[in-house]
């Protein structure tokens, strides 16, 4: 079975920018490469109605499942100024194939799980800055965009703990199984921005949880997809190999041209 993976599609920003086809070159390579499922690590784009409709239509060109987590652009309440991030959090949750929904299984030997997950800050420099301070989400003239665009009424220690509590609790219970594991928040500190530096000492903060590197490590989870941070590297540790296979801003891509990008930020999983 072969399994597509690729995040941080940004569909919406990436028309300001030109690059309108990214969704049109996914679909062909998905055809090229004969992918049996496609896994979306988030950030399709600002508005969560959009996001819903590009998984739609993925499924009906490719009659393939394509299975997503939200990530945090997804939730961004930019076009639902009164919708809270709950709200919008359950209204992605109405699509069969959002892993918040629960596991998926994939063949007859692989599970597929997985959901947003969030930031606990624990990838800044916490001998740098206090928790108040990351709470702030601003530093040095910057905003971390979070703060204007989701509102969880809790704070990001506790949506951190209450999804980790759920992957616990799930990937525990397919602990016998070959299991994939998805967020959307960075699950590795080597996917975090090199440090020391001026801003991302405090900004790596907003990145995702060592937590979810040591969870995949001794729930013996044979992969564990990331995107957000727009990287695109792989990591073998423990017998999990975690791979961050982001999209990203068209400004960031490293060819001139859709085709190429998509091709390199596309990882293809052979699930045997």
Known sequence: MKLGFIADLHLDIN?????????????????????DALCIGGDVSNDYNRTLAT???????????????????????IHHPNM???EIYNELKTHPRNLANGSQRLGNDWTLLGDIGWYDFSFGNTSKYTFAEFNQMKKKGSTWQDKEYTDWAANSLEVHEFFMNNFKEQLRYHQH????????????????????????????????????????????????????????????????????????YANQWRFHNTKEEVQHALTVLHLE
């Open 84 to 86: 809270k991030t709950w």
């Open 15 to 35: 028309e300001k920018r030109g690059r309108a086809d990214i969704l049109d070159v996914l679909l062909d390579q998905a055809i090229e490469q004969k992918l």
């Open 177 to 248: 199984e070959k299991v994939i594991f998805c967020t959307h928040v960075v699950s590795h500190q080597k996917f975090t921005v090199p440090t020391p530096h001026r801003i991302w000492d405090f900004f790596n903060a907003y990145l995702g949880s060592k937590d979810y590197e040591q969870l995949a490590k001794s729930e013996n989870v044979h992969y564990a997809l990331c995107g957000h941070v727009h990287f695109r590297r792989k990591v073998q540790s423990s017998g999990t190999e975690f791979i961050c296979s982001s999209l990203g």
């Open 55 to 77: 998984v739609e239509k993925i499924e009906e060109e490719l009659d393939v499942p394509c299975y997503f987590v939200a990530g945090n652009h997804d939730l961004w309440n």
